[in-house]
Structure formats: structure tokens, C-alpha cells
């Protein structure tokens, strides 16, 4: 098992070594920069993919983060796949992931064999297109440019153009505004909505693309909860952790091609954050309906 900085493409970060037929090990590990363990969206990416490769198609998972995986760990995490049933229709997978003896996480998932059906979604207001949206590099050097900066504040901003190129998933904010402009806002602003894709198209079928996706998923998440508290980056920080997670995929997707991801937070207070997410496809089709709980605490 090797620790690595953040891959370069989204696929690496998934991949995995079949043990048995259906015992996995993770190949990589990465942790975020300010992170405290291993990068959620990739334990619930190789955890899904662990699962897919049991099966065929995702329709949903259900998921919990019992603790931080060690992204130092040689042993890696350890995917167990249980086969709870395997119907006409559909097919239950439950997975363990495992590190040092200890449960870390834990996954149900379904598989649907499609149907043909008429389809009914939710419909997304009137926005900008991607090609009339700043990336976020963009945005982080036109910030950089500053000649009043001070040394902490560029020093930081750097730290987070560094990342913002090391990212194998591009973003790109519908909203007009700055990085340092989010961490100064006071105000609640209880939604994030912005156009995302891997920087390189990814090999492999709908299945291993919906794999990505869940990786792809959890940037960003749950930090919108903070957004919504209008929690900013000064003497007030936030300690996170993604507790609870769900995800239904209704439509298969090409993660290299522009989704609108919108995410909303219909609640939060006592130490605990609920997001939403929804991700369109450029045609207008609702793919992936996405939820999340987190711990969210303010560090006095």
C-alpha cells in the first residue's frame, strides 16, 4: 500500500487489489491537506467499487464513517464484501472496511437491473454555463495578483492554488466570489452551486464511473454546512467529520463532462450539519440525488 499526495486522476485514487473473491485492499491512500485521516469520498469510492465488482450496476448506498482511516498505514484498509442477496431485479451488498483490526466504515449498497419507466425530477433554476464560469485556479491567481496581500494570506492562498491544480476534479463557481471573500463572509448562505468533472476522462464502464462520482461527491459537501452557519475562516474554524452519508444514482453519467452539482443545507445546530446535493447533466437530467450528515463544531 502506498501514501501519495492527492492523485492526478480520480481513477487512481479507486483503485484496488483483489485478495479474494470479495476481500479488497486499497492500492493508495491520500489525505487532505487539513484533513485528520484518509480523504472520505475515496474510502466510499473504493468501498463502492469494491462492492461493484461483486455485481453490476449502483442504484443507491447508505454509509457510515465510524473513524478516520490512517493514510500512513501499511496495511492499507481492507474492503470485505458481504453478498446479503442477489435477486432478479436487484442485489444487496453489504462492506467493511477495515484498518489495523478496527472498522473504520461501513457501506450498504443496492444494484438495479434498469426498467423502462417514465421519469419525473425536479428542475433546476435558470444558470450560467460552465464556459462562462471561472475555475477555481483562475479565480486563486487573479486573488494572488493583490499587491496589498500580507505574507500569511498569500501564503494561504497558495497552499490552496497548489491543491486546486493537484486536484484531479475541476470546479468551477456559478457565484462570483473569491475564495478569501467566502472565508470573510457573516452571513448565512445555506447552498453552494457550481459545475464540476474530472480533469481527464476516466476509463471504465457506467459502473466504475459512478464509482467516481461518489469520490468526486464529497468535496465540498459537508463544508457548505459551515457556509450556511456563516462560519468564517477567522478566529472561528470549524472541526468536521462526515458521519452519514447517501447517495441514488438514476441516470449514468461520463464524469468528464460538466455536471451542475448543487448543494443546499435544510438544517443544521448542535454540533451537526444535513446537506443536500444534486447533480444535472448538461442536457438538464437529474443523475445523482446525494445526502450528508456531519459533526460541525466551532473551535472556541
Known amino acids: 500500500m502506498v501514501h501519495t499526495s492527492q492523485p492526478s ?43 461493484t465488482n461483486t455485481v453490476e450496476e449502483t442504484y443507491k448506498l447508505h454509509c457510515y464513517f465510524l473513524s478516520f482511516g490512517d ?21 444487496t451488498r453489504y462492506v467493511k472496511a477495515v484498518q489495523n483490526g478496527k472498522t473504520i466504515f461501513a457501506l450498504v449498497c443496492s444494484f438495479q437491473v434498469p426498467e423502462p419507466t417514465q421519469t419525473l425530477q425536479s428542475q ?58 467566502m472565508g470573510r463572509q457573516t452571513e448565512a448562505v445555506p447552498w453552494r452551486l457550481q459545475w464540476v468533472r474530472t480533469k481527464v476522462p476516466i476509463k471504465g464502464g457506467d459502473a466504475f464511473q459512478k464509482c467516481v462520482l461518489t469520490y468526486m461527491s464529497d468535496f465540498q459537501f459537508i463544508g457548505t454546512v459551515a457556509r450556511a452557519l456563516g462560519i468564517g475562516s477567522g ?37 451537526r450539519g444535513l446537506v443536500h446535493g444534486r447533480f444535472y447533466t448538461l442536457d438538464g437530467k437529474l443523475a445523482v440525488v446525494a445526502s450528508q450528515e456531519g459533526v460541525v463544531r466551532i473551535q472556541l
Not at 493508495?28 to 469494491?50: C, E, H, I, N, S
Not at 493514510?71 to 442485489?91: D, K, M, N, Q, W
Not at 505574507?151 to 491544480?165: G, I, N, Q
Not at 452519508?245 to 448543487?262: A, Q, R, T
Open 124 to 181: 433546476l433554476v435558470l444558470h450560467p454555463p460552465p464556459e462562462e464560469c471561472l475555475n477555481r485556479e483562475s479565480i486563486l491567481e487573479a486573488e494572488m495578483a493583490d499587491p496589498n496581500l500580507s505574507p500569511k494570506v498569500k501564503d494561504f492562498l497558495r497552499k490552496a492554488l497548489d491543491h486546486s491544480k493537484n486536484n484531479s476534479v475541476e470546479f468551477r463557481n456559478v457565484e462570483k466570489v473569491g475564495l478569501r471573500d
Open 71 to 91: 493514510a500512513f498505514s501499511p496495511s492499507g484498509i481492507l474492503y470485505h464484501v458481504e453478498r446479503l442477496r442477489t435477486g432478479r431485479s436487484y442485489a
Open 9 to 51: 486522476q480520480a481513477d487512481l485514487a479507486l483503485e484496488l487489489e483483489r485478495l479474494d473473491t470479495d476481500l479488497f485492499r486499497s492500492v493508495r491512500l491520500w489525505k487532505p491537506q487539513d484533513g485528520r485521516g484518509v480523504f472520505g469520498g475515496q474510502t466510499m469510492g473504493q468501498a463502492v467499487w469494491a462492492a
Open 235 to 271: 478566529s472561528r474554524k470549524v472541526a468536521m467529520m462526515a458521519s452519514l452519508d447517501h447517495m441514488h444514482f438514476y441516470e449514468d453519467v461520463d464524469v468528464s463532462e460538466w455536471m451542475l452539482f448543487y448543494i443546499e443545507v435544510p438544517r443544521a445546530g448542535s454540533g
